[in-house]
């Protein structure tokens, strides 16, 4: 178990880099405790994989340094540093068994074979993977064959971060949801520090503490869950997170006002220059209701997700989508939309304004 | 212009793939396939275009027996899963090609693909290359090639499954305007529950090779006709239940959770089946159950929370709207909508029309 | 707009046909033949039922022949598929060494067969080859002309030079297929280089390794040509393989029967075994 510093880590496939696109990393610091559970959430391509890749020791960074328990692991391997990792499709032994698969990370360390049959015995069961010990690994199922995996980073009693490279991608929708809530139950267990690349943001918010949230090599912001959804400090932020994301509508400001097209908008927000050439207003569809009077809009669509209804409407300034409860009633034709002003938010050149 | 399948079944050696369907789409409709990975929805869609015969059972387009017909005289189209392109054409070529092998002239195939890249948004990439395009690209390709040709039946295998979250977000929303102006009957196959409900239109449920429901998709999501069928369309899964009838109270067979219920069944063991929405930290409806449980696990969302947890031997899984930070083992209060209970007797056949 | 299915391109098909009948059917037919019946020439047949085969699978000199030639099968699938599994691991994975590797393994196999056993034929003459010189200078006596021995050692040598490479190029396609994960998992799992090798690289390679093994036992087994011109099959009978005894018998003896006979045996024998290797191979792939 060990605190990661990630310092000023940058890093680029190619040998000389011109411009801002040849980077996949760009100025990466992060610091994150003992035993957390967190997540790098992104979209294809933004760097996620790249940054896990170097924090496991599978690639080296062009600049920067990686710290374990503030100690300099940069150069070191994988076995040095002592990680393991779950990559998206299971990786197995195929030709041993269940047991001799779990086994195998403490037979090349020399472990005596007492305490490789305990530890193993262990794991199986947390894993409820005991009644499959001595079938053939490849005869199991794609869920079966990632608990595998994840069980050989387990025996290992001295590792200090285990890392999972979007590991449900090859698993079975309906068995995604019972392997989602196992991984966070396990961390709960064993409270060792878990890193989870992945761009699915159910994955990400229902498994980490702390989630990184990366776009085009960069990192955009970290929080918690509650925190990346309920204050987004770029607009990227918002739209990526949540289904459907965050509405984005250009707004002027003049004089400490806020207004959509016109029509005054309350904000939690301390204007106090406006010197940006694109000013937005953030709102999340969770936080507007329909009202007899506000922003007027024509509705749509209504689609009904069983648990909530989600409205289409559209204003002068653009789609804006409302989620209400299921058992409320939708106007049709036109209507007025409230915002609730607590979680309005103003955003000046993408980025929030405090 | 309808699709009849007549009594269709596919068995491959000694093993059923389809058990006897009888399905009627009518044109202008989106069908879509629910069902888990080797629920039979691929097999079901080739056996409807043509690419496979059934062992028993006729296809009927438009009242013409095309049983047998092979798919290149079914005017047909497919999107698949694996972003499926011709890697030697730029994207302008690969929207064009099927109009290109009927002769099509170039003048009309100027004007055809124009108006599909333009509804697909792929107007600035045409003369680029498939492996130059992103995911979403590659697939909206794909799609354009299946539109341009005006087919009278469509269909997608998974097209969103291999995409990011919120591409697939975006694209989902996109596809059914894709599908307003034509006259065509479209069948969409998924595993994801959400993806029927925000298509709308037709769902049937599909389980191990049977069709088990077919209708308008919110009847089949509300009124599920049997178990399997509720269970198919749940996600995350479904609670199930046994529960005990005697005289006008229902009860767990756990004993101690009594609730009345106010419409005629006869005395005896049922299963009841709730969705985890129905589940709450807060009173939600008219007619709620409190229950008290032992959290397992809480995984929360940014906007909603899931709590896992047991009453008594039975584990239940709850959503609810918010925040609700829960502790490991702490004892806490739930409320079940008695409303949006079903119930289902030993056959598996919904009893309750609530 | 309907397509239609257009069947005129079965007529590309028969000058193909043409050509395999005339090759292969028809000779198949005519061995056929002659191996169930006797002949003394203008087209006069005597049926003899299965007096050929029995003759040929009791005869000593079939025995030793087959003998010869399962021993040798044997040495060259012993040599070639670990040497060419042990070659293909060492070669580069990228840049430009990659094209110069394969180039290299490459052009064994692109030089006429007669001319391989022509060149080893000089390359090994006791006296004026290179190599026959010197063994025979640090101090070996070698002869393969004239000893048995050393006729093996180089038609063997001859083969490993020849055909390694093959099992070479498969192998290392079989390689490249496998995605870098298993590498990185064993890196992390603390896998020592054999046990990637054991547990990773050997699995993965099976279907690969099948169709080399495969190959090999048949272009062995059947191998003529290049032995033919190094040694002629001697000294004596010792490089007699079955296609040379076979071709003895037809051409050298002109017992037309008993030859076709044998090489209908001979045409069993590798498909039998072709089968029973192949199907042992695939039977756990339908399971995994």
């Known amino acids: ?354 | ?354 | 707009m309907n397509k239609t299915v257009n069947q005129k391109a079965w007529f590309f098909v028969i000058p193909v046909f043409v050509l395999v009948a005339f090759n292969a059917i028809i000779p198949l037919m005519t061995v056929v033949n002659y191996a169930f019946q006797e002949t003394f020439g203008n087209n006069v047949f005597m049926w003899e039922g299965t007096r050929w085969f029995k003759q040929i699978l009791l005869s000593e000199r079939f025995h030793a022949a087959l003998g010869r030639q399962i021993l040798f099968t044997l040495i060259i699938l012993l040599i070639q598929i670990p040497l060419g599994i042990f070659i293909a691991l060492t070669m580069p994975k990228e840049g430009i060494g990659v094209s110069v590797c394969l180039v290299l393994m490459s052009m064994p196999l692109l030089i006429p067969w007669n001319v391989v056993g022509a060149m080893w034929n000089i390359f090994a003459l006791p006296d004026i080859g290179f190599l026959g010189h010197s063994l025979n200078a640090l101090g070996f006596d070698y002869n393969f002309t004239q000893q048995s021995g050393d006729a093996w050692f180089t038609t063997v040598l001859m083969d490993v030079w020849h055909w390694t490479s093959l099992v070479v190029l498969l192998s290392y396609a079989g390689l490249r297929s496998i995605q870098p994960a298993y590498y990185q998992a064993a890196e992390i799992d603390g896998a020592s280089r054999w046990s990637v090798f054991r547990h990773i690289e050997l699995p993965k390679m099976k279907k690969v390794l099948t169709i080399a093994i495969l190959l090999r036992f048949m272009d062995s087994f059947m191998i003529y040509t290049e032995p033919f011109v190094l040694t002629g099959g001697g000294p004596g009978n010792a490089t007699a393989f079955l296609s040379i005894d076979l071709v003895k018998m037809a051409l050298g003896q002109f017992d037309l029967g008993p030859a076709a006979a044998m090489s209908l045996i001979y045409f069993f024998i590798v498909l039998t075994v072709c089968w029973v290797f192949y199907n042992l191979m695939m039977k756990n792939e339908g399971k995994s």
């Open chain 1, 1 to 354: 178990m060990s605190k990661i510093t990630l310092q000023n880590l940058s890093h680029s496939y190619l040998k000389t880099q011109n411009q801002k696109e040849d980077w996949a990393l760009r100025n990466v610091n992060i610091e994150w405790q003992d035993g957390g559970a967190y997540a790098l959430l992104g979209p294809s391509g933004c760097g996620k994989t790249t940054l896990l890749n170097i924090i496991s020791g599978l690639l080296q960074p062009t600049e920067g340094q990686i710290l374990f328990n503030d100690q300099d692991v940069t150069s070191k391997n994988p076995v040095e540093r002592n990680i393991a990792q779950i990559f998206q499709f299971p990786v197995i032994y195929d030709t041993m068994s269940v047991f001799d698969n779990l086994a195998f990370p403490l037979k090349n360390r020399g472990i005596s074979q007492q305490e490789i049959d305990q530890k193993v015995n262990e794991i199986a069961e947390m894993l409820e993977l005991t009644s499959t010990l001595h079938n053939r690994a490849s005869g199991l199922t794609a869920d079966g064959k990632q608990k595998i995996s994840l069980g050989r980073g387990l025996v290992r009693s001295d590792v200090n971060v285990i890392m999972f490279d979007e590991p449900l991608t090859v698993i079975d929708p309906h068995l995604k949801w019972i392997l989602r809530s196992k991984l966070k139950e396990l961390h709960q267990k064993i409270n060792r520090t878990m890193i989870y690349v992945t761009h699915d943001q159910t994955e990400a918010l229902t498994f980490a503490d702390q989630v990184v949230v990366m776009h085009e090599a960069e990192i955009v912001q970290t929080g918690t869950p509650v925190e990346l959804f309920e204050k987004p400090k770029h607009t990227f932020v918002g739209h990526f997170i949540g289904s459907p994301g965050m509405n984005i509508l250009p707004c002027k400001i003049d004089n400490g006002n806020i207004s959509i097209n016109g029509k005054k908008i309350e904000a939690k927000v301390n204007l106090k220059e406006n010197n940006f050439s694109k000013t937005e207003v953030g709102i999340r569809p969770e936080f507007i209701e329909f009202n007899k009077d506000g922003l007027p809009v024509k509705i749509l669509k209504v689609s009904n997700t069983g648990r909530h209804k989600i409205v289409d409407t559209e204003s002068e300034s653009g789609k804006i989508k409302v989620i209400a409860k299921s058992s409320d009633e939708i106007p049709s034709g036109s209507a007025f939309l409230n915002f609730n002003k607590d979680y309005t938010y103003v955003y000046g050149d993408n980025w929030i304004i405090e």
């Open chain 2, 1 to 354: 212009m309808s699709l009849e399948l007549k009594n269709v079944e596919k068995k491959i050696g000694l093993e059923t793939h389809i058990y006897q369907t009888n399905l009627k789409l009518e044109k202008n409709t989106i069908n879509v396939l629910l069902g888990s990975t080797l629920a039979g929805k691929t097999t079901l869609m080739q056996i409807m275009a043509g690419l496979d015969k059934p062992t028993n059972g006729e296809i009927w387009f438009n009242d013409k027996n095309v049983t047998g017909v092979k798919v290149q005289k079914r005017n047909v189209s497919m999107v698949y899963q694996q972003f499926i392109n011709y890697p030697n054409f730029n994207v302008y070529d690969n929207i064009a090609s099927p109009l290109k092998i009927t002769g099509v002239n170039s003048d009309e195939i100027k004007t055809r693909v124009g108006k599909v890249a333009e509804l697909l948004k792929l107007s600035p990439m045409l003369n680029k290359r498939p492996n130059e395009l992103s995911g979403g690209q590659q697939q909206r390709t794909a799609l354009a090639r299946a539109l341009v040709k005006d087919s009278d039946l469509i269909l997608l295998d998974e097209p969103l499954a291999n995409l990011d979250f919120k591409l697939r977000e975006e694209l989902r929303e996109e596809l059914p305007k894709l599908f307003e102006d034509r006259d065509c009957i479209v069948v969409y196959a998924t595993t994801e529950p959400s993806d029927a409900l925000l298509i709308g239109g037709y769902t049937a449920t599909l389980l191990e090779g049977k069709v088990v429901q077919h209708g308008r998709t919110l009847d089949v999501y509300n009124k599920p006709n049997s178990l399997h069928s509720a269970q198919v369309f749940s996600d995350p899964p479904m609670n199930i239940a046994k529960i005990k009838k005697s005289g006008d109270t229902c009860s767990l067979l756990s004993d101690e959770v009594k609730w009345k219920i106010n419409f005629n069944l006869k005395d005896g063991e049922y299963k009841v089946g709730i969705r985890p929405h129905n589940i709450t930290t807060y009173k939600e409806g008219q007619n709620s159950l409190e229950i008290s449980g032992k959290v397992l696990i809480s995984e929360l969302s940014g906007s909603e929370s899931l709590i896992h947890f047991t009453n008594g031997e039975l584990s239940w899984v709850s959503l609810s709207n918010g925040i609700h930070q829960k502790n490991v083992g702490e004892e806490t209060k739930l409320f079940m909508n008695l409303d949006e209970f079903l119930y289902f007797d030993e056959n598996n056949k919904l009893v309750t029309n609530v």
